[in-house]
């Protein structure tokens, strides 16, 4: 017995010393302390997939050309990954409403056993083997809940509704980010346009007041001058041209590509409205139609009914239920010994319950009390929403409105200040004005270039923002042409 005994211990040690070392082997350990980094163990490390990366960077775009806006529109929608996140959180969401529909279809189990053991529980009074084997199937249908799975499975379905439209919402945020980061590429590669502009008027300058000291009317006083305005002039040009590579790289990964992808995109095509089109007699009806086009208030709409059907599914949880079942088994018993018999039995039964939990701990009354919550948080999230997206037409209402003017007025002063630079020149060539005059003159020059840039860049964003908050945007649109602003 004694040898029998440390055969088992050793054989138990022997395992769990195998158990534990299996285990070692992939358990990660935190830091060793505050303030030194973590080191991956290779196991680890080798676990770091880099197919998405590989995947990503295998992508092609779908033209050798300049790209239009609805190109890009039509990449970002095939590759972005958030539009993909948001949409696989529809599609567990739809499983989740089929796993609640499932309690209305009975539940059937099939399962098998096989026993061997010793026995000396027999007439016999001796010890026998003994083996037992055989199937057994059980059904159970849930008959009656008072209203418990009904509830369940309409909050599923609102529940799915609401991730539907929030999936619509990411969906023209997503195509918002691409117009705002194609009309951010254009600017930036306008703006390249309008400091190259400085800088040749720069040169100009400088060039007329080498000129007048060669020819011994001018100083070298305003050759300076003019040379560090010039210095400035190719300074601001670099500084457009790294925004133009920070622009491509944004639009790059809105479209779900690698930042150092090369983009080029050719200029808008649509039209931009007038400012007589932006009426403010009808805002209200705008942010009316507003909210029923709007995706997010929508999600939340479907979000609060599906928090009303589960404070209806806590209130069933009070309640008995009818359940109706039954179990069918055979089982083969086999013994050694030759002096018993085998017996074979099966059992067959049928069952129709009642169950009633008649006392939780309160667990269901504080599962009501919080459904109850969540619905009134809903609720407010709902007028939260509603209210929000009423300010967001109202804001980018006017914002359109004012860029608008400011665009035609940047556009008038740009014209007025290109004509007083060359009269500027001419005098100063003349000899009638000082370099202090021409240098103003260039600085405004260069002001209107820049200000007549940030202007039609804010024309754009502020009609794209508009689009946006009045829901009018959809993946059938090439760009923003066709949102209107009259009364529908």
């Not at 600017?187 to 502009?197: G, I, K, R, T």
């Not at 359940?323 to 039964?349: I, P, V």
């Not at 619905?375 to 109202?394: H, I, K, S």
């Not at 946006?468 to 009259?486: C, Y």
Request: proline share 3%; glycine share 4%.
């Amino acid at each position: 017995m004694k040898n029998r005994t440390i055969k088992a211990s050793g054989l138990w040690l022997s395992v769990v010393g195998l158990t534990s070392l299996i285990t070692a082997c992939h358990t990660p350990t935190t830091p060793p302390e505050a303030g030194r980094s973590w080191v991956a163990p290779e196991w680890a490390e080798t676990r770091a997939d880099q197919e998405d990366w590989a995947a990503i960077r295998a992508q092609t775009l779908s033209t050798t050309g300049t790209l239009t806006l609805a190109e890009l529109v039509d990449q970002a929608l095939l590759a972005n990954p958030t539009l993909q996140n948001s949409w696989a959180q529809a599609r567990q969401s739809e499983a989740r409403m089929q796993q609640a529909r499932s309690a209305y279809y009975p539940s059937l189990s099939a399962n098998a056993a096989y026993k061997a053991g010793r026995s000396d529980n027999n007439t016999l009074g001796e010890a026998s083997s003994l083996t037992q084997y055989g199937p057994d199937a059980s059904i159970s249908w849930l008959l009656l809940d008072l209203g418990g799975r009904s509830a369940r499975v309409n909050a599923g379905i609102d529940e799915l509704l609401s991730y539907n439209y929030q999936y619509n919402q990411t969906l023209q945020d997503l195509l918002r980010d691409v117009q705002n980061a194609y009309y951010n590429l254009y600017s930036a590669q306008a703006a390249v346009l309008a400091a190259q502009s400085t800088v040749d008027s720069s040169a100009k300058t400088l060039e007329a007041t080498q000129a007048r000291e060669e020819a011994g009317l001018g100083i070298h006083l305003d050759v300076l001058q003019a040379q560090t305005d010039h210095e400035q002039a190719l300074y601001k040009l670099e500084d457009a041209l790294a925004m133009v590579k920070t622009a491509q790289g944004a639009l790059a990964s809105t479209l779900g590509l690698p930042a150092d992808t090369p983009l080029e995109i050719a200029p808008p095509e649509q039209a931009m409205p007038s400012v007589t089109n932006l009426t403010e007699e009808r805002i209200s009806s705008i942010i009316d139609r507003s909210l029923a086009r709007r995706a997010d208030v929508a999600a939340a709409q479907a979000a609060l009914r599906a928090a009303e059907y589960a404070v209806k599914a806590a209130n069933s949880d009070y309640w008995p239920t009818l359940t109706a079942g039954g179990q069918a088994d055979k089982t083969w018993n086999r013994f050694e010994n030759d002096a018993l018999t085998d017996t074979d039995s099966y059992t067959y039964l049928g069952y129709l319950g009642l169950s009633w939990t008649v006392f939780d701990g309160f667990l269901n009354v504080n599962k009501k009390q919080e459904a109850l919550a969540n619905q009134e948080a809903l609720r407010a999230q709902l007028r939260g929403a509603e209210l929000a997206a009423g300010t967001d037409v109202w804001n980018s209402f006017y914002s359109l409105k004012s860029a608008l003017k400011k665009q035609v007025f940047a556009r008038a002063a740009l014209d007025s200040a290109n004509e007083a630079y060359s009269q500027a020149l001419d005098s100063y060539n003349a000899g009638l004005k000082d370099i202090t005059f021409l240098l103003s003159s260039q600085a405004s020059q260069a002001t209107a270039n820049s200000t007549l840039v940030s202007a039609e860049n804010e024309m754009y964003i502020a009609l794209v923002a508009l689009a946006h908050a009045t829901g009018s945007l959809s993946e059938e649109q090439s760009g923003i042409n066709k949102l209107t602003m009259t009364e529908e």
